[in-house]
T-cell receptor, first 114, second 109 residues
Framework: IAGITQAPTSQILAAGRRMTLRCTQD?????MYWYRQDLGLGLRLIHY???????GKGEVPDGYSVSRANTDDFPLTLASAVPSQTSVYFC?????????????FGPGTRLTVT | GQNIDQPTEMTATEGAIVQINCTYQ??????LFWYQQHAGEAPTFLSYNVLDGLEEKGRFSSFLSRSKGYSYLLLKELQMKDSASYLCAVKDSNYQLIWGAGTKLIIKP
Protein backbone atom coordinates (compact mmCIF):
# COMPACT_ATOMS: atom_id res chain seq x y z
CA ILE A 1 0.00 0.00 0.00
CA ALA A 2 1.49 3.35 -1.04
CA GLY A 3 2.14 5.82 1.71
CA ILE A 4 4.41 6.81 4.55
CA THR A 5 5.46 4.59 7.41
CA GLN A 6 7.01 5.70 10.69
CA ALA A 7 8.70 3.70 13.42
CA PRO A 8 8.38 3.30 16.27
CA THR A 9 4.70 3.99 16.92
CA SER A 10 5.51 5.13 20.43
CA GLN A 11 8.55 5.27 22.67
CA ILE A 12 9.46 6.18 26.21
CA LEU A 13 13.01 7.47 26.36
CA ALA A 14 15.26 8.47 29.23
CA ALA A 15 16.64 11.99 29.10
CA GLY A 16 20.12 12.12 27.64
CA ARG A 17 19.63 9.11 25.39
CA ARG A 18 20.01 9.19 21.63
CA MET A 19 17.03 8.22 19.48
CA THR A 20 16.32 7.95 15.76
CA LEU A 21 12.79 8.13 14.44
CA ARG A 22 12.41 6.41 11.11
CA CYS A 23 10.34 7.55 8.14
CA THR A 24 9.96 5.84 4.77
CA GLN A 25 7.75 6.74 1.82
CA ASP A 26 7.10 4.76 -1.35
CA UNK A 27 5.45 7.48 -3.43
CA UNK A 28 8.74 8.72 -4.93
CA UNK A 29 8.03 12.17 -3.53
CA UNK A 30 10.87 14.66 -3.73
CA UNK A 31 10.09 16.67 -0.60
CA MET A 32 9.92 15.33 2.96
CA TYR A 33 9.28 16.99 6.29
CA TRP A 34 9.42 16.40 10.03
CA TYR A 35 6.91 18.12 12.30
CA ARG A 36 6.16 18.02 15.98
CA GLN A 37 2.65 18.49 17.29
CA ASP A 38 2.01 19.69 20.84
CA LEU A 39 -1.32 20.34 22.51
CA GLY A 40 -2.59 23.84 21.80
CA LEU A 41 0.06 24.54 19.19
CA GLY A 42 0.03 24.10 15.46
CA LEU A 43 2.28 21.64 13.71
CA ARG A 44 5.83 23.02 13.84
CA LEU A 45 8.39 22.22 11.19
CA ILE A 46 11.63 20.75 12.52
CA HIS A 47 13.57 19.96 9.36
CA TYR A 48 12.76 19.46 5.72
CA UNK A 49 14.31 18.11 2.55
CA UNK A 50 13.32 19.37 -0.90
CA UNK A 51 15.17 16.56 -2.65
CA UNK A 52 17.48 13.66 -1.87
CA UNK A 53 20.87 14.89 -0.70
CA UNK A 54 19.63 18.23 0.65
CA UNK A 55 18.14 19.26 3.98
CA GLY A 56 17.05 22.49 5.62
CA LYS A 57 16.12 23.82 9.04
CA GLY A 58 12.56 24.57 9.96
CA GLU A 59 11.07 26.58 12.80
CA VAL A 60 12.32 24.40 15.70
CA PRO A 61 15.50 22.56 14.60
CA ASP A 62 17.54 22.72 17.84
CA GLY A 63 18.34 19.32 19.30
CA TYR A 64 17.37 17.48 16.10
CA SER A 65 19.24 16.38 13.00
CA VAL A 66 18.18 14.73 9.75
CA SER A 67 19.72 13.11 6.70
CA ARG A 68 18.36 12.32 3.24
CA ALA A 69 20.61 9.74 1.64
CA ASN A 70 17.93 8.58 -0.80
CA THR A 71 14.43 9.51 -1.97
CA ASP A 72 12.54 7.15 0.30
CA ASP A 73 14.06 7.59 3.77
CA PHE A 74 14.21 10.61 6.04
CA PRO A 75 15.30 9.71 9.59
CA LEU A 76 15.14 12.20 12.46
CA THR A 77 17.73 11.93 15.25
CA LEU A 78 17.57 13.33 18.74
CA ALA A 79 21.20 13.46 19.83
CA SER A 80 20.53 13.80 23.57
CA ALA A 81 16.84 13.78 24.42
CA VAL A 82 15.34 16.31 26.84
CA PRO A 83 11.85 16.33 28.40
CA SER A 84 10.76 19.29 26.24
CA GLN A 85 11.07 16.98 23.24
CA THR A 86 8.10 14.99 24.49
CA SER A 87 5.67 15.31 21.60
CA VAL A 88 3.98 13.57 18.70
CA TYR A 89 6.25 13.54 15.65
CA PHE A 90 4.84 13.40 12.15
CA CYS A 91 6.78 12.75 8.99
CA UNK A 92 5.23 14.05 5.76
CA UNK A 93 6.04 14.09 2.08
CA UNK A 94 4.90 15.94 -1.03
CA UNK A 95 5.64 15.55 -4.72
CA UNK A 96 7.52 18.85 -4.65
CA UNK A 97 7.66 21.62 -2.05
CA UNK A 98 6.05 24.36 -4.12
CA UNK A 99 2.65 24.99 -5.57
CA UNK A 100 -0.57 23.17 -4.86
CA UNK A 101 0.99 19.87 -3.89
CA UNK A 102 -0.44 18.68 -0.62
CA UNK A 103 1.56 16.95 2.05
CA UNK A 104 0.86 13.35 2.98
CA PHE A 105 1.43 12.40 6.58
CA GLY A 106 2.68 9.28 8.28
CA PRO A 107 0.82 7.86 11.30
CA GLY A 108 3.10 9.61 13.81
CA THR A 109 5.45 8.62 16.61
CA ARG A 110 4.43 9.45 20.16
CA LEU A 111 7.63 10.15 22.11
CA THR A 112 7.85 10.62 25.86
CA VAL A 113 11.16 11.78 27.36
CA THR A 114 11.43 11.16 31.09
CA GLY B 1 6.01 37.29 12.77
CA GLN B 2 3.84 34.72 11.12
CA ASN B 3 0.48 33.93 12.61
CA ILE B 4 -2.50 31.74 11.82
CA ASP B 5 -5.62 32.17 13.97
CA GLN B 6 -8.61 29.87 14.19
CA PRO B 7 -11.13 29.17 16.94
CA THR B 8 -10.07 26.55 19.46
CA GLU B 9 -13.34 24.64 19.55
CA MET B 10 -16.77 24.67 17.93
CA THR B 11 -19.91 22.64 18.49
CA ALA B 12 -22.56 21.87 15.89
CA THR B 13 -25.53 19.57 15.41
CA GLU B 14 -25.69 16.56 13.12
CA GLY B 15 -27.24 17.55 9.79
CA ALA B 16 -26.46 21.25 10.23
CA ILE B 17 -23.90 23.53 8.57
CA VAL B 18 -20.79 24.91 10.26
CA GLN B 19 -18.23 27.50 9.17
CA ILE B 20 -14.70 27.40 10.55
CA ASN B 21 -12.77 30.64 10.10
CA CYS B 22 -9.07 31.16 9.67
CA THR B 23 -7.14 34.44 9.54
CA TYR B 24 -3.49 34.65 8.66
CA GLN B 25 -0.50 36.96 8.60
CA UNK B 26 2.47 35.39 6.86
CA UNK B 27 5.61 36.39 5.00
CA UNK B 28 4.38 35.73 1.51
CA UNK B 29 1.46 33.64 0.34
CA UNK B 30 1.58 30.60 -1.91
CA UNK B 31 -1.74 29.03 -1.09
CA LEU B 32 -3.90 28.00 1.84
CA PHE B 33 -4.66 24.41 2.85
CA TRP B 34 -7.26 22.82 5.07
CA TYR B 35 -6.60 19.46 6.70
CA GLN B 36 -8.75 17.19 8.84
CA GLN B 37 -7.27 15.36 11.81
CA HIS B 38 -9.18 12.78 13.81
CA ALA B 39 -8.01 12.26 17.38
CA GLY B 40 -4.88 10.14 17.51
CA GLU B 41 -4.47 10.10 13.74
CA ALA B 42 -2.48 11.92 11.09
CA PRO B 43 -3.77 15.02 9.28
CA THR B 44 -5.37 14.39 5.89
CA PHE B 45 -5.75 16.91 3.07
CA LEU B 46 -9.16 18.50 2.48
CA SER B 47 -8.74 21.53 0.23
CA TYR B 48 -6.42 24.08 -1.35
CA ASN B 49 -7.09 27.71 -2.30
CA VAL B 50 -4.67 30.05 -4.01
CA LEU B 51 -7.07 32.43 -5.78
CA ASP B 52 -9.89 34.38 -4.17
CA GLY B 53 -13.24 32.66 -4.12
CA LEU B 54 -14.98 29.46 -3.22
CA GLU B 55 -13.80 25.94 -3.94
CA GLU B 56 -16.45 23.26 -3.53
CA LYS B 57 -15.81 19.59 -2.94
CA GLY B 58 -18.88 17.60 -2.04
CA ARG B 59 -20.06 18.52 1.45
CA PHE B 60 -16.97 20.64 2.05
CA SER B 61 -16.23 24.09 0.62
CA SER B 62 -13.35 26.45 1.25
CA PHE B 63 -13.24 30.19 0.68
CA LEU B 64 -10.30 32.56 0.39
CA SER B 65 -9.90 36.34 0.48
CA ARG B 66 -6.25 37.22 0.06
CA SER B 67 -6.81 40.95 0.60
CA LYS B 68 -8.36 40.22 4.01
CA GLY B 69 -6.01 37.40 4.96
CA TYR B 70 -9.07 35.25 5.59
CA SER B 71 -10.38 31.83 4.77
CA TYR B 72 -13.20 29.63 5.93
CA LEU B 73 -14.07 25.97 5.67
CA LEU B 74 -17.78 25.24 5.29
CA LEU B 75 -19.08 21.82 6.20
CA LYS B 76 -22.64 20.94 5.16
CA GLU B 77 -24.95 18.10 6.21
CA LEU B 78 -22.77 17.36 9.20
CA GLN B 79 -22.22 13.74 10.11
CA MET B 80 -20.90 12.31 13.37
CA LYS B 81 -17.74 11.22 11.54
CA ASP B 82 -16.96 14.91 10.91
CA SER B 83 -16.03 15.25 14.58
CA ALA B 84 -12.33 16.06 14.27
CA SER B 85 -9.86 18.91 14.36
CA TYR B 86 -9.61 21.10 11.29
CA LEU B 87 -6.21 22.62 10.58
CA CYS B 88 -5.61 25.74 8.49
CA ALA B 89 -2.14 26.13 6.96
CA VAL B 90 -0.57 28.76 4.70
CA LYS B 91 2.33 28.13 2.36
CA ASP B 92 4.72 31.05 2.88
CA SER B 93 7.32 32.69 0.65
CA ASN B 94 9.74 29.78 1.31
CA TYR B 95 7.04 27.27 0.30
CA GLN B 96 6.85 25.96 3.85
CA LEU B 97 3.52 25.42 5.57
CA ILE B 98 2.68 27.58 8.59
CA TRP B 99 0.00 25.88 10.65
CA GLY B 100 -2.79 27.11 12.86
CA ALA B 101 -3.39 25.30 16.15
CA GLY B 102 -6.54 23.72 14.77
CA THR B 103 -10.26 23.92 15.52
CA LYS B 104 -11.79 20.99 17.36
CA LEU B 105 -15.27 20.39 15.96
CA ILE B 106 -17.72 18.54 18.18
CA ILE B 107 -20.85 17.17 16.50
CA LYS B 108 -23.87 16.50 18.69
CA PRO B 109 -26.77 14.24 17.65
Amino acid sequence: IAGITQAPTSQILAAGRRMTLRCTQDMRHNAMYWYRQDLGLGLRLIHYSNTAGTTGKGEVPDGYSVSRANTDDFPLTLASAVPSQTSVYFCASSEVSGGAYEQYFGPGTRLTVT
Amino acid sequence: GQNIDQPTEMTATEGAIVQINCTYQTSGFNGLFWYQQHAGEAPTFLSYNVLDGLEEKGRFSSFLSRSKGYSYLLLKELQMKDSASYLCAVKDSNYQLIWGAGTKLIIKP
